[in-house]
DNA sequence: GATGAATGAGCATTCATTCAT
DNA sequence: TATGAATGAATGCTCATTCAT
C-alpha cells in the first residue's frame, strides 16, 4: 500500500465517523479501526487529529466550491432568467448535498466544540458560498432586476441561512416534511421562496 | 448559602462557558470555579455534566416559546395585518436573542459533539418554534391569504432556517454586514423577506 | 488520608526510582503503584512528573544547605584552625550525604536527558554550595591565611569539583578502593587534599 | 554513498545532538533528518539506537587514552619535574576536551537515565583514565616523591575528581569565573591545587 | 448541603524498530 | 545499501464521577 492509498483510506474512514459522532467522540482509535491500520500509521500521514479533520475540510471546499462556482455561469436578462439559473444552481448543489451527506453534515453540524481551526475552516467555507450569493445578488441589482433597498450582503445572509438550513432540515431532520422531497422539489421551493418568499411565484396564486 | 442559589448559581457560571467553549471543553471544574463552590457541590445539583445543561435548556425553552407564542396573538385579515403581525414576532424575538446571547448559542451552535439528550431537547425546542411558524401558516392559508402550492410544513422549514440562520449570523457573525443591525432593522428586512424574498415588498421596487 | 500524607507518600515513593533510574525511566505509574495510590491521585498533588521532581530537589536543597551554612560557623584563626572547621564541615557533608543517598544521586547523576527546569534547580543547588566555599575562602584571603595567586572563584570550582566527584566515587562507584572509607575517612583524605593537594599533611611527609 | 561514509555521517550528526540533548531526548528520526539519510539506513548501520552511542563512546575512548597515555611518557625526578609533567599532561588533556567539547559533555553529563551499557562504557572510560593517575602516583610513592599517607586508589580518586569537575564547569557551566580560563590557565591551577591544595605553589605564599 | 481529595478508565500522541521494495 | 511507510507497545495526562468527612 503506498502512502496515498493510506491517506486517502484514513480520510473515507474518518469522514462519516466525524460527521456521525463529531469531532470529540470520533476516536483515533475509531478511525484506524475503520480503515484497517495501524495506529501509528494515522500519524504518520496526519500531525494529528485536527488535522485529518482539516485535510477532509479543505478538500470538500474545492469540490462544493467548484459547483457553486460553475452553477453561476449563465447570462441573465429577465426574472424568468433568474429563477431558471438560481434553480439551476439549487439542484446541483442540493443532488452535490445529497450524495455528500458526510460531508455536509460536517460542515453544517460541527459546534463550538471543535477547534478553533476547524471551525475557522468551516466558517471559509460557508462565507465563500455566501459571498457567491452576494456577488450574485449584486450583479442582478446592478441590472436593476432586484431593489437596491437592502444591501446585497444582508439579502446574501439571508439567502444562506435559507438555503443551508433548508439542506439542513432536508438531510438530516429525519421526521420532517422536507426530507421526503427530492432535489427538485426542495430546489424548486427554495427559488420560490427566494424570489416570492411565502408567497411563492406569483403565477400560482391570486390574492 | 441554600440549594436553591447555589444550583442557579451554577448554572448562571455554566450557561456562557457552555456557549462559548461547548460541551466537551467545558470542564465541571471550570464551572465550579466560576461559581465559586467545590466540585462536590455540583454532584449534589446536578446527576452529572448532561444534566445541568438539560436543566438551562429547558428553564430557556420556556422562557423563549413564551415569547414566540405570545407574539402570534393578532387577528389578521390583510397581507399588511400579517407582515405587521410578523414584524411584531420578529422584533420581539430577536430582542430576545439579543439578551440571551448565550442561550441562543447553546442552542443554534452546539454541534454533533453533544450527547444525544441534549441534542434531541435542542431540536426539540427548534421543533416547536418550526411548528409554531407551521401553524401560522397553516391559519394563513386557510384564510386564502398564502398560497397552498407548498405544504406549510416545508414552507415553515424555510421559514425557520430564514429567521434561525439569520439570528446566528447577526449575533455570532463578527465582521457580517448583519451583525451592525438593530434588532428592528433586522426584523424588517427578515419579514421583507420572507413574504417577498429576495424582490422584498412591492412598493419598494416596480419592474 | 489527608493531602499531605498523599503528597508525601508519592515523594518518598519516587526519590529513590529516580534516582536508580533517571527522570525517563521512572514511570509515573511506577511511583504511583509504590505508593499505593490511583493515578489520578498523582495529578492532584504535581501538576505533572517534572513537578514532583522539582518539589522532592528545593525540599532537598533546605535541608543540604542547611548543613552546609551550619558547618561554616567557626572562627578561624591559624591554618590549624581551618583545617578543623573543615574537617567538621566535610564530616557532616559526608555523613549527610551517606544516609541522603538517593537524594544526592539525584543531585550528583542526572544528566542532560531530563528537563531545563531540573537540571536548572540541581544546578542552582550546587551552585550555592559552592558559592559558600566560595564565601569562605575569600574570608581566609582576606585573613592572609590564603593566598590570592588565584580568585577564590576558581579555587571553589576545584574545591566544589573535589568534593562533590568525591562523595559520587564514595558513594555509587562500587567497588573503587574509596568506597570503604567511612565518612571520617573521606573527609579527612579530602581535607588533606583540599589544603595540601596530593602531598598531604605537611607533618606527614618529609621530602 | 558507501556504508563507512553513511556511517560516519551518522555518527557526526549524532554526537553533537546526544551530547546537548541527552540519550532520550535525542530520537533517531532527529539523527537521521541532521545527516541527511532515510530512517531504515540507521538500522543498516546500527543494530538500535544505543549501538550508535556505544559506537561513539567507544571511538572518543580511543583518542582520549592516548591523550592521557602519551602524556605521561616524562621519567621525574624532582618534585618539579613532576608537576611540570602533570602541567603538560593537563594542558594536553583540557586542550583535547575544549576541540571535542561534544565528546566530553557525552561522557561527563550523561546520567542516570541512559541505558546500562552505554553507562558501564563511560564508566570504564573514566575508570581508565583514573588508573592511569594511580599508577602515576603509585610510581611517585614508590620514588619517594609522594607520601603513602593515603592510598594511590584514593588519591587518584580524589584527582580524578577535581580534574573532571573541574573540565565540567569550565566547558560547560556558563557564566562561571572558570570558563574565561585559557586551557593552560586552567592546567596550571589544577596542577597548583593538585600538588599543593588550596595554598598553592609554596614560592606564590609565604605565612 | 458542602467539601475536596481520591479514583481510574480513557485517549492522543510518540518513537524505536521492522520490512517490502 | 538505501528508502520511507507501517507498526504497535508504551505512557503522560485529563476529567467526570464518587465518597468519607
Redesign the interface.
Known sequence: MNTTENQQVLMDAALPLL???????TKVSDIVKEAGVAQGTFYWHFKNKEAIVLHILKEGERYLLNVIYSGYRKQVGT?SDMTASSQDLMITLFTYAKSNKDYM?LLL??????DEKIRSQI?STLQAIEQAFASN?ARAQEL????T???N???A??????????I???LF?EG???TT?TAEEVAQ??V??????????PS??S?
Do not use: C, N
Open positions: 460527521a456521525q459522532k463529531g469531532f470529540h467522540k426574472l453534515q453540524k460541527t459546534g463550538q466544540d471543535s466558517a445578488i436593476h432586476m432586484l431593489p433597498t437592502y444591501s450582503q444582508t439579502l445572509a439571508m439567502l444562506a441561512s435559507l438555503v443551508f438550513g433548508t439542513e432540515r432536508w431532520h420532517d416534511a422536507v422531497l421551493q427554495i420560490s421562496f427566494e424570489f416570492f418568499g411565502l408567497r411563492g411565484f400560482s396564486h390574492h
